[in-house]
């Protein structure tokens, strides 16, 4: 399809940051105890739309764009920036989560808003590459094709 980095990549991300704001709606100090299930429901969508798109979008991607002499280097990095991500929510969500910065509803919003400017980047950046050869996916990269889904 048209537009940057395809369809589901595009879904899946809009999914997961929309998940993740509907996780920072709930704040448990002004919502009834009854609803607290809306924000493990929040998180259990972000899973599923993450396992069906984002969650493979390193390994399809970079076995799509690089050349056979690079690509094993390039996918090692893509891992290590994928998993560094990874470990950098983690890491980063009880720190964000306290009463002293942004408490959970404020975490879950930073990451939603994260996974927002995501979204705008892949649709901006991210040509279509399904159904290309290599050499035509190179052409995309370097600009001598249109790219992303601004109607390049």
């Known amino acids: 399809g048209e537009g940057g980095g395809g369809g589901l990549c595009l879904e899946s991300e809009a999914a997961c940051a929309a998940a993740t704001g509907g996780a920072g709606v709930w704040e448990p100090?002004?919502?009834p105890d009854p609803y607290a299930w809306l924000a493990a429901a929040a998180m259990v969508g972000y899973l599923l739309a993450f396992g069906v798109g984002m969650s493979s979008v390193p390994w399809t991607v970079n076995?799509?764009?690089y050349p056979?002499?690079?690509?094993?280097?390039?996918?090692?990095?893509?891992t290590s920036v994928n998993w560094a991500g990874n470990v950098l929510v983690s890491a980063s969500f009880l720190t964000l989560a306290s009463p002293a910065w942004l408490?959970?509803?404020?975490?879950?919003w930073l990451y939603a808003a994260v996974g927002c400017a995501g979204w705008v980047w892949l649709w901006a950046?991210?040509?279509?590459t399904r159904g290309l050869g290599l050499?035509?996916?190179v052409?995309?990269?370097?600009?001598?094709?249109?790219?992303?889904?601004?109607?390049?």
Do not use: N
Request: charged share 25%; net charge neutral; hydrophobic share 35%.
């Open 139 to 152: 052409a995309r990269f370097r600009g001598e094709e249109g790219r992303g889904g601004g109607g390049g």
């Open 135 to 137: 050499e035509e996916i």
């Open 29 to 31: 100090r002004a919502c």
């Open 103 to 108: 408490q959970p509803h404020g975490a879950f």
């Open 63 to 65: 076995a799509e764009i």
């Open 68 to 78: 056979l002499h690079v690509r094993s280097a390039c996918t090692a990095l893509a």
């Open 125 to 128: 950046r991210m040509p279509e």
